[in-house]
């Protein structure tokens, strides 16, 4: 798994999720391309929200890249538990 952790970073756009508490988006600190974001399981987790302050469980199919045009979220955060 390819994942690149920077503060900035080139061309790469951010990973996106929603802040399920806020319902704001806020960015997973994730930079990758699309073939790295195949690669991703399913079910992953941020650190710490930068929003809330809480550590959200997200699925792949919320998260989205932030220079997307819309997204295409999950049908609901309560898919998640832990
Ligand atoms: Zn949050």
Redo the contacts with the bound molecule.
């Keep these: 798994m390819a994942i690149i952790l920077l503060e900035r970073g080139l061309d790469m756009p951010t990973l996106m999720i929603r ?4 319902g704001q988006p ?1 960015s997973t600190g994730l930079i990758l391309d699309a073939g790295s974001f195949d690669s991703l399981p399913d079910k992953l987790s941020v650190g710490r ?1 930068s ?2 302050g ?1 550590e ?1 469980t997200w699925l792949k199919c919320d998260a989205r890249f932030a220079n997307a045009d819309s997204a295409a979220s999950c049908e609901s955060y309560s898919a998640v538990k832990e």
């Design positions: 802040c399920p508490n806020t806020v929200c929003l809330c809480a959200h």
